[in-house]
């Protein structure tokens, strides 16, 4: 900043009701000063997936300092958007951020920094109505993660987390599931609330997904003043997520499945399903809930028809409706890899909405 002359300001003092320039240019550097003194709260991202919650975060003034997940599939996805090197471009956050790829039970406390927030969307197929519904008694392990967040939390003491899991969870086991969650974080010293929340009426997304959100504060006082997001307008319709130009290979034309779709599959802007015998017609105008398995086989996908047939959607439209940003890039890996990321994905405005009713509470914590 430029500074006048002792000169100038003798001149311009003078006249205190044109221009009080002292006082002006005490105010900007004070301001300046303080704005230079503003850090952003930190936040670690457990199972970070393809970045949808440090998304979300980062939209809200948060910043990644940490991210982790074990999938090298969803590294290479991660890593091609947050990584200077690979996004020179990068439209997400000033500072290169790269995923540790570990096992969750191999992250020491020691990899990870100190933080303002933890967030977690933690494995849910031991508690999915899709899946098995073991819960903590999950084969292979994934119910048990629960207890490496507790380890960290516990470890870093964090001012608040974010927890995300399927709206089974709310139910599992007759309720003894969520119990326990409750009780572990408790013990830790967090009071918590939760809310089970619907993409299409808390994100303005299409898509029917029901994903249950925990939050829990160190301090009472900064639960008791938080408050989870309400509802808002559906506005964005199947139309606005769906791409205008697609690769013939998502079409199901000239192969086998065909035959046993084109009778049902009829009406445009809608999502189908099929159920390995029979067709379903999603008719709430919404997507139906995406899921890992789309990348386990083709019927997984929710089939649409188009100008120039009847197709599959693609990973770009699966990315559309979990709300990620358009400028979002997708590696050259299979498909497969890319539906089951997007399947495991949060919707990004949903989180969104959550992380900005967080930083309100902790703008205000001192008043």
């Not at 933080?115 to 031991?126: E, K, N, R, S, W």
């Not at 470890?155 to 089974?168: A, G, M, Q, S």
């Amino acid at each position: 900043m430029k500074i006048a002359n002792k000169k100038t300001v003798k001149i311009l003092s003078n006249y205190p009701d044109l221009f009080n320039y002292n006082n002006f240019i005490n105010e900007k550097l004070n301001r300046n000063i303080k704005q230079c003194s503003i850090k952003k709260p930190s936040f670690i991202d457990l199972f970070a997936g393809i970045g949808g919650i440090k998304i979300a975060f980062e939209q809200a003034g948060f910043e990644c300092v940490f991210s982790n997940d074990f999938d090298k599939n969803c590294k290479i996805t991660y890593d091609y958007n947050f990584l200077k090197t690979n996004n020179p471009n990068n439209i997400f956050q000033e500072q290169s951020n790269e995923l540790f790829l570990a096992d969750i039970s191999g992250v020491k406390n020691i990899d990870i920094p100190a933080c303002d927030i933890l967030t977690a969307g933690f494995p849910c197929q031991p508690f999915s109505i899709a899946g098995y519904r073991q819960g903590f008694a999950d084969e292979k392990g994934r119910g048990n993660v629960f207890f490496e967040i507790t380890r960290i939390i516990e470890n870093k003491n964090p001012k608040v987390f974010l927890l995300e899991n399927v709206k089974n969870l709310k139910n599992h086991d007759n309720g003894k599931t969520i119990k326990v969650i409750y009780n572990e974080l408790e013990k830790l010293g967090y009071y918590l609330c939760d809310k089970v929340m619907n993409a299409m009426d808390y994100g303005n997304i299409p898509q029917n997904r029901e994903r249950i959100y925990i939050v829990g504060f160190k301090n009472k006082k900064h639960l008791q003043k938080f408050v989870f997001p309400t509802k808002i307008p559906l506005t964005k319709t199947i139309e606005n997520c769906l791409e205008k130009n697609v690769d013939k290979k998502y079409y199901y034309n000239d192969k086998p499945l065909f035959s046993r779709i084109s009778n049902a599959v009829v009406k445009k802007n809608t999502l189908y399903q099929w159920r390995r015998k029979y067709v379903r017609e999603n008719k709430n105008s919404v997507c139906p809930t995406l899921t890992a398995n789309m990348g386990m086989g083709g019927h997984n996908v929710p089939i649409i028809i188009d100008d120039y047939g009847i197709r599959k959607i693609t990973p770009r439209e699966c990315a559309n409706f979990q709300g990620f940003p358009a400028d979002y890039r997708l590696p050259k890996i299979a498909d497969s890899a890319l539906y089951k990321q997007f399947g495991n994905s949060v919707v990004v405005s949903v989180v969104n909405r959550i992380a900005e009713n967080i930083k309100v509470v902790l703008e205000n914590e001192d008043i």
